[in-house]
Nanobody, 121 residues
Framework: QVHVVESGGGLVRPGGSLRLSCTAS????????MGWYRRGPGERRTLVAD???????SYGESVLDRFTISRDNDKSTVYLQMNSLKPEDTAVYYC???????????????WGQGTQVTVSS
């Protein structure tokens, strides 16, 4: 069983910064892609950013040049540094980890419970 736990959400004023963290634990052989998704009020869940085990990062267009994703493979942890936050960034942020539980097993996506980010003055 794989557990995914996010932390770091909260309330911040427009223009402020937050850093989200997410750690995967449990029965893990290998973690492939790790990423962050978000769901705003009344919206569907969309990609914010993801990063491969080799460090290649991809970003949603709305967060380019403001958010930075990084990961520590030794700690099975992914981070999302969010700068210049806007009210439209308000959402529940979910961590996704693409995990192989044994050698040769197909990867499976495991999700965290989500952490609320609210950007408001």
């Amino acid at each position: 069983q794989v557990h995914v736990v996010e932390s770091g959400g909260g309330l911040v004023r427009p223009g402020g910064s937050l850093r989200l963290s997410c750690t995967a634990s449990g029965s893990i052989f290998n973690i492939l892609t790790m990423g962050w998704y978000r769901r705003g009020p009344g919206e569907r869940r969309t990609l914010v950013a993801d990063i491969t085990s080799g460090g290649h990062a991809s970003y949603g267009e709305s967060v380019l040049d403001r958010f930075t994703i990084s990961r520590d493979n030794d700690k099975s942890t992914v981070y999302l540094q969010m700068n210049s936050l806007k009210p439209e960034d308000t959402a529940v942020y979910y961590c996704m980890t693409d995990v192989q539980v044994t050698r040769g097993s197909p990867p499976f996506d495991y999700w965290g419970q989500g952490t609320q980010v609210t950007v408001s003055s």
